[in-house]
């Protein structure tokens, strides 16, 4: 789904927990209305595909196409799609800076997470529109990592944000991706942007638990603590210790965590 050496946060269990939670009710809900019968759709970045497949079950007979960068990460999106019996969805390794499709193939685009991880959101929203077709919709849904709140602050996970927004952007993406969404489509072109926010919350004890698993996890895990440890942002022992605060939050009674996420329905 990016054109980077590596997709920053990797494949390890501690991020994929997240990406296979995903459901158009928790992720794509502002986009759910204009999924009907027949239609088209291009999914970039689709990872392993659960989000994929909700669509593909909500526009069939229509065709899906789910595309990403990653090979192995579409095997299991693959799979995800023939347990659901589904054949009107394929999967390909494509570059959302250059998608290999004619110009208005597609009645709707739609990317999740996507265009923060990547150097040139604007191109990609470019190319996500010249494969619309005219009057169709390009959506994308990004998270606001700088707008995120969560309580207790326990001073061990004091670091997590500022670690992972060096990290991030260092390797050429953007954290507060939400927010710069309605500037990044003008620029590619759109005059008929809708934007909307909404958040992910986590506050009961089993969200809780999973939520800190998979970002205390993923920060002495996954590629993204390799790469803060291998560029100097932080050392194994910060990153364990930012790991503990998570835990710590997670086991607060009264702890809650509110993930803010821009989104935005544009027409070609």
């Given at each position: ?148 709140t ?12 500022p ?69 100097g ?6 990153l364990?210790?930012i790991?503990?605060g ?19 329905l544009?027409r070609?």
């Amino acid at each position: 789904m990016i054109r980077m050496t590596v997709y920053l946060h990797g494949h390890h269990p501690t991020v994929l927990s997240s990406h296979t939670w995903r459901t158009i009710a928790n992720s794509a809900a502002y986009l759910a209305g204009h999924l009907r019968e027949g239609l088209t759709l291009l999914d970039v970045g689709c990872g392993p595909g659960t989000i994929t497949a909700e669509f593909a079950e909500r526009v069939a007979p229509g065709r899906v196409v789910a595309v990403d960068a990653d090979e192995g990460v579409l095997e299991r999106a693959r799979e995800h799609a023939a347990d659901r019996g589904l054949d009107n969805v394929e999967f390909a390794v494509a570059d959302v800076h250059g998608l290999a499709f004619p110009d208005g193939t597609f009645d709707i685009v739609h990317a999740h997470q996507v265009l923060q991880h990547i150097a040139d959101p604007v191109r990609a929203l470019s190319e996500m529109r010249r494969v619309c077709k005219p009057g169709g919709i390009v959506a994308s849904r990004e998270a606001d990592f700088g707008s995120f709140t969560w309580y207790p602050e326990p001073p061990a996970m004091n670091d997590w944000l500022p670690v992972y927004t060096e990290v991030a952007r260092a390797n050429g993406g953007e954290p507060d991706g939400g927010r710069r969404l309605v500037s990044w489509a003008r620029e590619a072109g759109f005059t008929d942007v809708t934007f909307t926010s909404t958040a992910w919350a986590f506050a009961t004890p089993e969200e809780r638990a999973w939520w800190a698993g998979t970002w205390g996890g993923r920060m002495v895990h996954s590629t993204v603590a390799d790469t803060a440890v291998e560029k100097g942002h932080a050392t194994r022992e910060e990153l364990e210790r930012i790991a503990r605060g998570w835990q710590e939050w997670a086991a607060a009674p009264d702890g809650v965590f509110t993930a803010t996420h821009g989104e935005i329905l544009c027409r070609a």
